[in-house]
């Protein structure tokens, strides 16, 4: 257990509103990632971050931005909700050569 | 292009057998392979990994298989059991992220194990 957590687990939205998703870790980690998995896809990077205010872009950052004020907070922002954005989203933390994973929030957009 | 190929999206094994898992990768710079666990509704779990200086890499009833002139590695798990029934992804870092030291990683597709009672 790496301390993460993901907030909210389940959440179901229209489209067009704007979704944030909360990562918070409580081991100071460096690195933090935001991955998508969709059936057929296998996890692929969204965003992440080497520091604080220090992001950058993965493969699937289109509709996608990312903030990290503090170090233990990383958050996912859906600007304008798509339904192709509708998957599971995993947060993840960097341990030397790993990384360890949230449990994920289970995103729909209605 | 996928640069990480799992070609299994399946797998079936009776309980007590060798399961094998298989990757393949394209790019010959990928010096770090790692393999996850998933369990359904939950994050993957890291289960092993192995540097590209070896060729074979083991962690109780986990052993990971390295061959770098066929990019190819393996995942063998012996003996099976079924609480071992979960989707495995093969991963591997990123070369271009290695200028920041970012670790990135590119996953494979995964492959859905099954084992039988």
């Known amino acids: 257990d790496a301390g993460i957590t993901q907030s909210p687990r389940h959440k179901v939205t229209e489209t067009g509103t704007p979704v944030t998703l909360r990562c918070h870790q409580t081991?100071?980690?460096?690195?933090m990632y935001w991955y998508r998995q969709d059936p057929g896809h296998g996890l692929r990077l969204i965003h992440y971050?080497?520091?604080?205010?220090?992001?950058d872009k993965g493969e699937v950052s289109d509709g996608y931005s990312v903030s990290r004020s503090k170090t233990e907070d990383f958050l996912l922002t859906l600007e304008s909700a798509t339904s192709s954005q509708t998957s599971v989203y995993f947060c993840?933390?960097?341990?030397?050569?790993?990384?360890?994973f949230g449990p994920g929030t289970r995103l729909t957009v209605t | 292009d996928q640069q990480v190929k799992q070609n299994s999206p399946s797998l079936s094994v009776q309980e007590g057998r060798i399961s094998i898992l298989n990757c393949d990768y394209t790019?010959?710079?990928?010096?770090?392979f790692l393999w996850y666990k998933k369990y359904p509704a939950e994050g993957p779990t890291f289960l092993i990994s192995?540097?590209?200086?070896?060729d074979k890499n083991e962690d109780g009833r986990f052993t990971v298989f390295l061959n770098k002139s066929a990019k190819h590695l393996s995942l063998h798990i012996v003996p099976s059991q079924p609480g071992d029934s979960a989707v495995y992804f093969c991963?591997?870092?990123?070369?271009?992220?290695?200028?920041?030291?970012?670790?990135?990683?590119?996953f494979g597709k995964g492959t859905k194990l099954s084992v039988k009672p």
């Open positions: 993840a933390i960097r341990q030397t050569y790993e990384q360890y």
């Open positions: 081991e100071n980690h460096r690195y």
């Open positions: 971050s080497y520091g604080v205010k220090d992001t």
């Open positions: 790019n010959s710079m990928f010096d770090y």
């Open positions: 192995i540097s590209s200086i070896k």
């Open positions: 991963a591997t870092q990123d070369p271009l992220s290695y200028g920041g030291s970012q670790g990135n990683l590119i």
